[in-house]
Nanobody, 118 residues
Framework: QVQLVESGGGLVQAGGSLRLSCAAS????????MGWYRQTPGKQRELVAV???????NSSDSVKGRFAISRDMARNTVLLQMDNLKPEDTGVYYC????????????WGQGTQVTVSS
């Protein structure tokens, strides 16, 4: 299996910044994509941003211009730089990885809390 270890969550005032990090335990796994989803109070789990192994990325319209995703291939790590945070960004952020084991398998981190106060 692949374990995803998350860090960087916390409490920040509106307009502030946080940086989330997620590292995969299996550096030689064929990870096709890594990124972040979030569970916001009162809403379904939603895409934040994901980056594929080929460099393509996809992100929610609600975070474009404020969040930036990047990957450190050597460390099998994905980073999410979150700027100009808003109270509506509050939620549990889950690291995501799509891995090829001859078939597609999806993995999720345990989640890290992000709280943005007004």
């Amino acid at each position: 299996q692949v374990q995803l270890v998350e860090s960087g969550g916390g409490l920040v005032q509106a307009g502030g910044s946080l940086r989330l990090s997620c590292a995969a335990s299996r550096t030689k796994a064929d990870i096709r994509a890594m990124g972040w989803y979030r569970q916001t109070p009162g809403k379904q789990r939603e895409l934040v941003a994901v980056k594929s192994s080929r460099g393509a990325s996809n992100s929610s319209d609600s975070v474009k211009g404020r969040f930036a995703i990047s990957r450190d291939m050597a460390r099998n790590t994905v980073l999410l730089q979150m700027d100009n945070l808003k109270p509506e960004d509050t939620g549990v952020y889950y690291c995501y990885a799509k891995v090829w084991w001859g078939r597609v398998v999806e993995y999720w981190g345990q989640g890290t809390q992000v709280t943005v106060s007004s």
